[in-house]
T-cell receptor
Framework: QQQVRQSPQSLTVWEGETAILNCSYEDSTFDYFPWYHQFPGESPALLIA?????NKKEDGRFTIFFNKREKKFSLHIADSQPGDSATYFCAASVQGTGSKLSFGKGAKLTVSP | DPKIIQKPKYLVAVTGSEKILICEQY?????MYWYRQSAKKPLEFMFSYSYQKLMDNQTASSRFQPQSSKKNHLDLQITALKPDDSATYFC???????????FGKGTRLTVV
C-alpha cells in the first residue's frame, strides 16, 4: 500500500518558471513532511520540510504548501534553474525514535535553459 | 567527510551467494535504517533500528537480515541472492530529537 502518492512522475519546465510537484498521503498520524532531492549517482538529501502546525514553509526559492484537511502538500520551485534538474521525493513520517520515512515514487524534474 | 560510511560502494555477486553490506554512522544517532532503490521501487523502506533494536521490518523475505553489533553499526546480510535483488542499498540514520534522515552514499549491488 502506497502511503505517499506523488505526481507528476516527470516534469519539464523552462529556466525561470515555477515547477510544482504534488504529494498526498493517507495516514493522518503523519506529522513531518520533507522533500528530498537526488542527483544522478548520489544519495537523497533533505531539501525542505514542514510540520502540520504550518501551512507554508519557505526556504529561498523553495516553498512547501501544506493542506492538512485534504492531506496534500506540494513543493514549488520558483525561478527554476538548470541546476535544479534532479529527482524529487516527497515523504512523510510520524515523529519518534526509529520511525521511518515513507517516500513517494519520485518526480524527475528537468529544467531547460 | 562522510558521516555515514557504506562499504563496499559497488558489489557484484553471483546468484545464490551471500553478501554483507556494511554501514557505520558517526552522527551520534540512535536510529538507523536500510532503504533500497531500484528502477522498479524507488526508495523502498526495508528496516529501522533504534538503540540496536528492530523497530520496523517491511521486507517480506527472511533472506534479508540486519545485524547491529554496535550502536553506530547496522549491517545488512543478504543470503541466496537473486538477480531481482540488484539495487542500490542506502543506509540512513536519524537523531532522537531530529527529524532529518541522513543517507549514506549507498552500495550498488548487481546480482548476475
Amino acid at each position: 500500500q502506497q502511503q505517499v502518492r506523488q505526481s507528476p512522475q516527470s516534469l519539464t519546465v523552462w529556466e525561470g518558471e515555477t515547477a510544482i510537484l504534488n504529494c498526498s498521503y493517507e495516514d493522518s498520524t503523519f506529522d513531518y513532511f520533507p522533500w528530498y532531492h537526488q542527483f544522478p549517482g548520489e544519495s537523497p538529501a533533505l531539501l525542505i520540510a514542514i510540520r502540520p502546525v504550518s501551512n507554508k514553509k519557505e526556504d529561498g526559492r523553495f516553498t512547501i504548501f501544506f493542506n492538512k484537511r485534504e492531506k496534500k502538500f506540494s513543493l514549488h520551485i520558483a525561478d527554476s534553474q538548470p541546476g535544479d534538474s534532479a529527482t524529487y521525493f516527497c515523504a512523510a513520517s510520524v515523529q519518534g525514535t526509529g520511525s521511518k520515512l515513507s517516500f513517494g515514487k519520485g518526480a524527475k524534474l528537468t529544467v531547460s535553459p | 567527510d562522510p558521516k555515514i560510511i557504506q562499504k563496499p560502494k559497488y558489489l557484484v555477486a553471483v546468484t545464490g551467494s551471500e553478501k554483507i553490506l556494511i554501514c557505520e554512522q558517526y552522527l551520534g544517532h540512535n536510529a538507523m535504517y536500510w532503504y533500497r532503490q531500484s528502477a522498479k521501487k524507488p526508495l523502498e523502506f526495508m528496516f529501522s533500528y533504534s538503540y540496536q533494536k528492530l523497530m520496523d521490518n517491511q521486507t517480506a523475505s527472511s533472506r534479508f537480515q540486519p545485524q547491529s553489533s554496535k550502536k553506530n553499526h547496522l549491517d545488512l546480510q543478504i543470503t541466496a541472492l537473486k538477480p531481482d535483488d540488484s539495487a542500490t542499498y542506502f543506509c540512513a540514520s536519524r537523531g532522537d530529537r531530529g527529524t532529518e534522515v541522513f543517507f549514506g552514499k549507498g552500495t550498488r549491488l548487481t546480482v548476475v
